[in-house]
């Protein structure tokens, strides 16, 4: 199966993957030119050395390459924790319906800079903001993992002017869309200083820093890709790798209980480890230091050993995607609009205001939003795991990750042998950077184009 060599995934046409009776193929046109049987990926050699880590003779890694979704009867979105729930502290009133119908509400204009418009067969999305001017490395780990998981959905990206030309083409044979997104100085309304996420805005988009307009770039992407009907992950760009299809856990996108999905960070109920500074509690400084001057001193207390939520990948369904981004954009405008500096950028930034957000249940549709346990689902953020500030070095640790025997990461609190046991989706490896090195590597027919 050639396609699947190195450089192989990057064919000279566009790719098409599919999961048929067991066999993985890649179709040009009409004409599979790979096909790969279950047994065949089985027996691929995965050597890696993971001499601290916790080894679980489950190697799935890649050789799980099921891209169906789950059951539609199962409707499980916690792993071992079968009847958790971590819902807002505050009641679901007329007023919260109010104020989310005035979010859903807010027009969405058309997208600016559109370079490349992909027509992939699938209806799912993934969407980020990835405008660096050199940028291909990002793509190989990014894009050309999740390509090679079997994701045929569409890839919105948002990319830099100057892209140069092979990148261009690259991102053209994975099927990606694409929009130039050009800097611009922002409006007074917006605070200055942190840096160019935080004080420079986009064209089109004055009212926001780059850090919060991003949002509103997806809403608009969104909007404008009418087969986007299934699944959409919104998330980070730079420190994201796929291991398996990212919504191969979830069950189908129009008959799913829940419609978004946040993710949490690792927190005490999750933690492999109960050492306090191996995990994360709401109330940690980051949060109060960042909200209290915009929302109140102890605003947070009913909430604060609450888990953490990650703004950096957050999943729903159509409905349930346009009703996150409403929401957090409609706030990022109305405090913008506040005397209150404390509200802006650079002080107030998006995880932290998104966190407020839920557990004021801003959000709205209680039964319809979860929050993913830590160690489930189709997302690991392993950012915190890695950091042990007691060790030297500090990062790259492994005692509270798990792998199997190719180095893939697993999901701790997933049961073996179920579809989400395999980690489909690996965040803030950049904390990680000692042992992922060695893992793209060992795996770069995955992570690293080849000429």
Known sequence: SSWLEPGGARS?????????????ACFCGAT?????????????PTPFDLASATIVDEPRGTSDLSIDAAPTGVQSFSGLFVSYENIPVTAETNATRTSLEKALSRPVAQPLGLRHRASPPGNDVVMGLAMYERNQRTWDRFIGSLRHSGYDGHVIMGVHPHIPKSEETYLQDMDVTYYEVELATCAEVVGGGGGTVRSKCAKGLPNLSLEWGRFEMARQWLRECENCSGWALVMDTRDVYFQAHPFKSLPPPQQTQKNLLFIEEVAKHTSPTQAEHRYFKLNNFRYTGRTEGCYGKGHWTAFGERPVLCSGTVIGNREGIERFLSVLVDEFYANNLKNNTKCKSPSATDQWTMNYLFYMGRFGEYGKTATLPWGTGPVLTIGAPCVNNFLKPSHSQKDMLQFDEGGFVLNNNEKNNTIARLAAVVHQYDRCHLWVKVFFHTHKDIYESQP
């Not at 000279?12 to 067991?22: A, N, T």
């Not at 599979?32 to 691929?44: S, Y």
């Open 32 to 44: 599979v030119f790979g096909i790969l049987t279950r047994g065949a990926v089985d027996g691929l």
């Open 12 to 24: 000279m046409c566009r790719l098409r993957r599919r999961l048929s009776r067991g066999c993985v």
